[in-house]
């Protein structure tokens, strides 16, 4: 049977992607025990799957929309699929991210690794799929049934190795808060459809709610789409299961699942209620900030890689929060040039993060396939054994910490042109919180390069601080060619930012009516220019150029002058030679500073040596203060409601009769209302 492949279109591409990927998934299962053929072919053909739904979505995001009605699902119940520009672009992130994690999980995957490699596959692309469909969801029923398919197979891909205790915990506190989520987009859903009966996206958009109603499921949303993204004060699983998840796992939760919480908030508040009030934007932006903040901050004392790299991520989804924030009241107050500057910020920055975030998340599994470690505290000097791993993770870490000509930068430097131009805004409450927010970002973005030196700086340079990191080896080809693809995604989204834009603008101008191309504010393709030339500018290239100059010019001149000559010593001995390892920078002496500016944020168990002791021991332990406030709290409520329900059990035939009784008059009584 051949296809007539001219006539397909996107939308049809799309499917086929997913049908392969849940072909894949089925081939796993006939392989279940079959290492070989599931790492070595499965995994590159998944990869070459995500390279075309990345050509897709690219094509798609200048398209017009595209709808279809699957004849599956319950009676009178099909599934409504469309394919937009919004849901394009983020189609586009997951196949770009998900093309470097599947052939990087080609090398990486190792035998007798919990579950068998056959059952691994089938949930992996059963992830995928349920994430392309969730992005292309056009009713409430295919968008849930979807979603709650990601959260199930994320978790059993989370809880791979399920024998050890702390991985089952951390899987549990997962799919606690995915399902309090879903709850409450599901009833953001009902509060949409306003009591008409009709559960298709296209209904919601046609329905007037009123402000209380529309607040109402914005709330809901914030909540729901937010307890997925990792937002505060319901962050508390991200640094729980990044660490217990495979590194492909966790850069593919990090690195695109995250973005479909963002991907949810935007199709909900931009696009079915598309009527936003001012004060939803300054709970955001007020939202943003204190999680970007909270991120960065516990980033900074974290002494384990993967959870350094999950608060770093929950900072990163607090600017992505600020940007919605800001296009939220930029819309409300009818300012659509300068929503859309803060809109292309956000999608801009989801794009980078997706990739940076999966480089390094990928990077982390290959030091600690390599070393066993994956405590900072007995890392370090592995520039030497793993350049390959050490380089790659470099580009990564200076697109992470916003540093120029990188990607991270870019989209960095967009947030805040978007803050700085508030101040047009007709509100004098809101023009005198500018300073606080602008100053707030500013102070996150210097955290984040904070954090992200410590984390270079103690894993890769200065001395091994245990015999056994000299035996490190580095990664093999599948994994080096995952790393250097997401590598390559960080530069050109560094240095080409207005063809970048380009590809963003029209899911601007879908959402808000207008984006940067068409006003003319971006700029040309040297010079990015989004709110004016003479106001602020920026070219990579040239900035590229000039580094890259001084760089050659240096070494030229320290050939000239000193005639190559070198002098080796070992790494971080400050000029004194008889420095060990364990006198060098630790994880926990580089976070000190930090720890002792933000002690508010911590709750701090300090262990203190006296005088007397034989073994003095200096110990201490940073935890999330909000477990204590918020969340043990809930736990005992909930045990006390549990213990007082427990009552209602007592054994005797006639007291549940007496139940049913006054449940039938409850219910007799309020159906009469």
């Given at each position: 049977?051949?296809?007539?492949?001219?006539?397909?279109?996107?939308?049809?591409?799309?499917?086929?992607?997913?049908?392969?990927?849940?072909?894949?998934?089925?081939?796993?299962?006939?392989?279940?025990?079959?290492?070989?053929?599931?790492?070595?072919?499965?995994?590159?053909?998944?990869?070459?799957?995500?390279?075309?739904?990345?050509?897709?979505?690219?094509?798609?995001?200048?398209?017009?929309?595209?709808?279809?009605?699957?004849?599956?699902?319950?009676?009178?119940?099909?599934?409504?699929?469309?394919?937009?520009?919004?849901?394009?672009?983020?189609?586009?992130?997951?196949?770009?991210?998900?093309?470097?994690?599947?052939?990087?999980?080609?090398?990486?995957?190792?035998?007798?690794?919990?579950?068998?490699?056959?059952?691994?596959?089938?949930?992996?692309?059963v992830?995928?799929?349920?994430?392309?469909?969730?992005?292309?969801?056009?009713?409430?029923?295919?968008?849930?049934?979807?979603?709650?398919?990601?959260?199930?197979?994320?978790?059993?891909?989370?809880?791979?190795?399920?024998?050890?205790?702390?991985?089952?915990?951390?899987?549990?506190?997962?799919?606690?808060?995915?399902?309090?989520?879903?709850?409450?987009?599901?009833?953001?859903f009902?509060?949409?459809?306003?009591?008409?009966?009709?559960?298709?996206?296209?209904?919601?958009?046609?329905?007037?709610?009123?402000?209380?109603?529309?607040?109402?499921?914005?709330?809901?949303?914030?909540?729901?789409?937010?307890?997925?993204?990792?937002?505060?004060?319901?962050?508390?699983?991200?640094?729980?299961a990044?660490?217990?998840?495979?590194?492909?796992?966790?850069?593919?939760?990090?690195?695109?699942?995250?973005?479909?919480?963002?991907?949810?908030?935007?199709?909900?508040?931009?696009?079915?209620i598309?009527?936003?009030?001012?004060?939803?934007?300054?709970?955001?932006?007020?939202l943003?900030?204190?999680?970007?903040m909270?991120?960065?901050?516990?980033a900074?004392?974290?002494?384990?890689?993967?959870?350094?790299?999950?608060?770093?991520?929950?900072?990163?989804?607090?600017?992505?929060?600020?940007?919605?924030?800001?296009?939220?009241?930029?819309?409300?107050?009818?300012?659509?040039?300068?929503?859309?500057?803060?809109?292309?910020?956000?999608?801009?920055?989801?794009?980078?993060?997706?990739?940076?975030?999966?480089?390094?998340?990928?990077?982390?599994?290959?030091?600690?396939?390599?070393?066993?470690?994956?405590?900072?505290?007995?890392?370090?000097?592995?520039?030497?054994?793993?350049?390959?791993?050490?380089w790659?993770?470099?580009?990564?870490?200076?697109?992470?910490?916003?540093?120029?000509?990188?990607?991270?930068?870019?989209?960095?430097?967009?947030?805040?042109?978007?803050?700085?131009?508030?101040?047009?805004?007709?509100?004098?409450?809101?023009?005198?919180?500018?300073?606080?927010?602008?100053?707030?970002?500013?102070?996150?973005?210097?955290?984040?390069?904070?954090?992200?030196?410590?984390?270079?700086?103690?894993?890769?340079?200065?001395?091994?601080?245990?015999?056994?990191?000299?035996?490190?080896?580095?990664?093999?080809?599948?994994?080096?060619?995952?790393?250097?693809?997401?590598?390559?995604?960080?530069?050109?989204?560094?240095?080409?930012?207005?063809?970048?834009?380009?590809?963003?603008?029209?899911?601007?101008?879908?959402?808000?009516?207008?984006?940067?191309?068409?006003?003319?504010?971006?700029?040309?393709?040297?010079?990015?220019?989004?709110?004016?030339?003479?106001?602020?500018?920026?070219?990579?290239?040239?900035?590229?150029?000039?580094?890259?100059?001084?760089?050659?010019?240096?070494?030229?001149?320290?050939?000239?002058?000193?005639?190559?000559?070198?002098?080796?010593?070992?790494?971080?001995?400050?000029?004194?030679?008889?420095?060990?390892a364990?006198?060098?920078d630790?994880?926990?002496?580089?976070?000190?500073?930090?720890?002792q500016?933000?002690?508010?944020?911590?709750?701090?168990?300090?262990?203190?040596?006296?005088?007397?002791?034989?073994?003095?021991?200096?110990?201490?332990?940073?935890?999330d203060?909000?477990?204590?406030?918020?969340?043990?709290?809930?736990?005992?409520?909930?045990?006390?409601?549990?213990?007082?329900?427990?009552?209602?059990?007592?054994?005797?035939?006639?007291?549940?009769?007496?139940?049913s009784?006054?449940?039938?008059?409850?219910?007799?009584?309020?159906?009469?209302?």
């Open positions: 049977m051949t296809f007539p492949t001219s006539t397909l279109l996107s939308l049809d591409w799309v499917l086929l992607v997913v049908a392969s990927w849940l072909s894949l998934g089925v081939a796993g299962l006939v392989f279940l025990r079959n290492f070989r053929i599931v790492a070595r072919v499965l995994f590159p053909l998944s990869s070459l799957c995500s390279v075309v739904l990345t050509a897709i979505g690219l094509t798609a995001v200048v398209q017009n929309p595209q709808i279809a009605v699957l004849p599956i699902g319950l009676p009178d119940l099909p599934f409504h699929l469309r394919l937009d520009p919004l849901a394009a672009f983020f189609i586009m992130l997951l196949g770009a991210a998900s093309a470097g994690i599947s052939i990087f999980a080609a090398g990486y995957f190792r035998r007798a690794e919990g579950a068998p490699p056959g059952l691994l596959c089938l949930q992996y692309h992830f995928l799929a349920s994430m392309v469909l969730v992005l292309m969801a056009d009713d409430a029923y295919v968008f849930m049934v979807m979603w709650e398919t990601m959260a199930l197979s994320s978790f059993f891909l989370v809880t791979t190795n399920h024998r050890i205790p702390e991985i089952r915990r951390a899987g549990f506190l997962y799919i606690l808060v995915a399902h309090i989520g879903a709850i409450a987009i599901l009833l953001c009902g509060v949409l459809q306003a009591n008409t009966g009709d559960y298709t996206f296209a209904n919601m958009r046609a329905q007037s709610l009123s402000p209380f109603w529309a607040s109402a499921a914005f709330l809901l949303c914030l909540f729901g789409f937010g307890a997925k993204a990792g937002i505060l004060p319901l962050h508390i699983w991200l640094p729980e990044h660490p217990a998840a495979p590194s492909p796992i966790s850069a593919l939760m990090s690195g695109v699942m995250l973005k479909t919480a963002i991907y949810g908030l935007l199709r909900v508040s931009l696009d079915l598309a009527t936003p009030l001012w004060w939803w934007g300054v709970v955001a932006l007020s943003g900030l204190l999680t970007a909270f991120g960065a901050v516990f900074a004392v974290q002494t384990d890689m993967k959870r350094l790299l999950a608060y770093s991520s929950i900072e990163n989804i607090g600017l992505l929060i600020i940007a919605l924030g800001l296009t939220l009241i930029f819309t409300a107050y009818k300012m659509p040039a300068l929503a859309a500057l803060a809109l292309i910020a956000l999608l801009y920055h989801a794009l980078n993060h997706a990739v940076f975030k999966s480089l390094l998340f990928l990077g982390t599994g290959s030091v600690l396939h390599s070393t066993g470690e994956r405590s900072l505290g007995k890392l370090g000097g592995l520039m030497r054994f793993m350049p390959w791993v050490g790659i993770m470099l580009i990564g870490i200076i697109a992470s910490a916003g540093l120029p000509p990188l990607n991270g930068f870019v989209s960095e430097w967009l947030l805040l042109q978007s803050l700085l131009t508030t101040t047009a805004i007709p509100n004098a409450y809101l023009s005198m919180l500018v300073p606080i927010f602008s100053a707030g970002v500013v102070l996150v973005a210097a955290l984040a390069g904070y954090v992200m030196v410590k984390f270079f700086g103690i894993i890769f340079l200065g001395q091994p601080r245990e015999e056994k990191l000299t035996n490190a080896h580095d990664a093999g080809k599948l994994e080096r060619l995952g790393l250097l693809w997401l590598a390559t995604g960080c530069v050109l989204l560094g240095v080409f930012p207005v063809a970048v834009i380009e590809v963003i603008d029209p899911v601007a101008v879908q959402l808000l009516g207008q984006g940067l191309a068409q006003s003319g504010r971006i700029g040309n393709w040297l010079l990015l220019a989004p709110v004016s030339p003479e106001r602020a500018s920026y070219s990579p290239l040239i900035f590229l150029l000039v580094t890259a100059t001084v760089v050659l010019l240096t070494i030229a001149l320290v050939h000239r002058l000193y005639h190559s000559r070198i002098r080796r010593a070992n790494a971080w001995d400050c000029g004194y030679p008889l420095q060990t364990r006198m060098q630790s994880a926990e002496g580089f976070g000190q500073p930090i720890r500016i933000f002690e508010p944020f911590f709750r701090l168990t300090r262990q203190l040596p006296t005088a007397l002791d034989r073994n003095p021991l200096y110990k201490v332990t940073v935890e203060p909000l477990w204590q406030w918020v969340y043990q709290r809930i736990a005992k409520i909930t045990e006390e409601i549990s213990r007082l329900i427990g009552k209602l059990q007592q054994g005797r035939i006639s007291i549940y009769l007496l139940y009784f006054i449940t039938l008059i409850a219910l007799l009584f309020f159906t009469q209302l």
